[in-house]
């Protein structure tokens, strides 16, 4: 990367890791608190409707914004934003107004009556803060994410206050609501009002709008298969085994999905902007996707091992009894957080890429995967075959995106990307198990899952450590690199990379 790209990417990623730290800190305390004071049935009531939203939000946006990040001589300049605006606040008014009239429809029996309101609410919220859509990817694409990094703390910080005062007041599914209403509010003031990067304006240019339609075009099927892929689930479990089924199946994908919050997000996001600016340097691409994606496994297997040991224990002490039945659907759901922030990066490096629509063809089979998994594992073994439908369609995209399609972009090696993470992670897991089974550890929770993470935690470190010393320091750099100089300094981060 040259200096100035490097530097942006740099600060990005400081300020995105920083941001999302707090926020993910912040957002586990409340859904620890929530848990504690709603039952199963109002997340189940949340989660429907939040599915649909997100199910067919691709129609709103039409991989516009896609079109906008990429690189090309008509994303460049006002006119091309003016016309992003138009077109994106046309697709999201007839997205809209149709998804608001299908609820009608839309809502099954195994769901109670007010759900119709509820998903009719989250719309107008969506509607409300897609209009700031247009200035957050110009941010994103300019690799400047101060002003996103702080909407995002803002954001975990009030909508925390909302949800869980209004939960401690009794409005049960509506305190979960009042988030996405913070959201629209706080977009509508951050981006919009208050020293805006860009202010909205209409405007057309045909050149621009067929640019922009023909590269959403590209990108609109993959996304649509994306999305499917992550909604399916949830609607079919909502639908067939109710809201209370859903409540615990939903809980289980998000404490298990926390890890990826606080490092897989950011780092995605700020990657989207270097793999856009490094288009057509095959070695650096490489480089800088090798780096992400071996820090995301590396990091993503120490999470996972840890939370799968723990949970009973971690479940038990955090929320409560009444979220026991969620314990296996949480493991299980943690092979997913190991795989899914690869998906991402390998998304991003199509976009980048200007191919988005190489993506289809797996995602496409992921989708006939999940589907079959669905109605083969979900009515026999409820959430726990739901979930392991999941890992199965996950699995296999990662090997039809990874070992054949992101190899004509990029040189990448599997085994030394797995390889090491993988023997550490079953050695460490191994050892904290056998732990328990000493004297005088199983009894208190507590005792017990301290046991395990002290285990655990040196035992994966060492071993990766002694299988990976050379390469290490490409770890190393990808961490330092995401933290500012001045807490550098004061850390052994710089002095631990010296002695690799």
């Not at 608190?33 to 709603?38: K, P, T, V």
């Not at 409540?247 to 902007?273: I, K, M, Q």
Request: glycine share 8%; hydrophobic share 55%; with cysteine.
């Amino acid at each position: 990367m040259t200096k100035p790209i490097a530097q942006r990417a740099v600060r990005a990623s400081a300020f995105n890791v920083a941001a999302n730290l707090i926020q993910a800190a912040i957002e586990f305390g409340r859904s620890v608190a929530l848990a504690r004071l709603l039952d199963p049935e109002a997340f189940g009531v949340y989660g429907y409707a939040g599915s649909w939203i997100a199910a067919t939000a691709t129609v709103a946006s039409f991989g516009l914004g896609s079109g906008l990040l990429h690189r090309a001589r008509e994303s460049e300049g006002e006119l091309a934003l003016r016309v992003h605006f138009t077109l994106s606040q046309t697709f999201s008014l007839v997205w809209a107004v149709a998804l608001a009239t299908a609820a009608l429809f839309l809502i099954p029996d195994t769901m109670p009556a007010h759900t119709v309101w509820v998903l009719w609410i989250m719309i107008g919220s969506s509607l409300v803060s897609g209009l700031s859509e247009t200035t957050r990817i110009l941010l994103v694409r300019r690799v400047v994410f101060r002003r996103i990094a702080l909407m995002n703390t803002l954001y975990a910080v009030l909508s925390t206050a909302v949800a869980v005062t209004m939960a401690w007041q009794g409005f049960g599914v509506w305190s979960l609501v009042a988030t996405n209403v913070v959201r629209a509010v706080l977009n509508t003031v951050g981006y919009l009002i208050y020293r805006p990067a860009w202010r909205p304006r209409v405007g057309w240019s045909g050149d621009v709008a067929r640019y922009l339609l023909d590269f959403g075009r590209k990108s609109f099927l993959a996304s649509i298969l994306s999305r499917a892929l992550d909604q399916v689930d949830d609607l079919w479990t909502g639908s067939v085994l109710g809201d209370a089924s859903l409540g615990l199946y939903g809980r289980a994908y998000r404490f298990a999905t926390y890890p990826r919050s606080v490092l897989a997000a950011p780092l995605n996001a700020v990657a989207s902007g270097t793999y856009a600016e490094l288009k057509g340097q095959r070695k650096r691409l490489s480089q800088a996707f090798f780096r992400v994606n071996a820090f995301l496994v590396r990091t993503g297997f120490l999470a996972a091992g840890l939370l799968a040991l723990t949970a009973p224990e971690l479940i038990r002490i955090l929320l409560g009894a009444k979220w026991a039945g969620m314990i296996l659907t949480f493991r299980l759901m943690l092979l997913f957080t190991l795989l899914d922030p690869i998906k991402g990066t390998i998304a991003s490096l199509f976009v980048a890429e200007g191919c988005p629509e190489k993506t289809v063809r797996a995602r496409a089979v992921q989708l006939a995967v999940l589907v079959a998994g669905l109605l083969l594992l979900g009515p026999r073994y409820g959430i726990e075959g739901v979930a392991v439908a999941v890992d199965l369609m996950l699995a296999v995209g990662i090997v039809l995106l990874l070992l054949w399609q992101a190899r004509a972009h990029v040189d990448i090696t599997v085994p030394r990307l797995f390889a090491a993470p993988t023997v550490a992670l079953i050695i460490a897991m191994a050892a904290g198990r056998g732990a328990i089974e000493l004297p005088g550890v199983m009894g208190a929770d507590w005792r017990t899952g301290a046991v395990k993470a002290a285990v655990f935690l040196p035992l994966y470190a060492g071993i990766l450590f002694a299988l990976e010393r050379k390469q290490l320091h490409l770890v190393i750099d990808t961490a330092r690199k995401m933290l500012p100089e001045s807490f550098l300094d004061h850390t052994l981060i710089n002095r631990l990379r010296g002695r690799i």
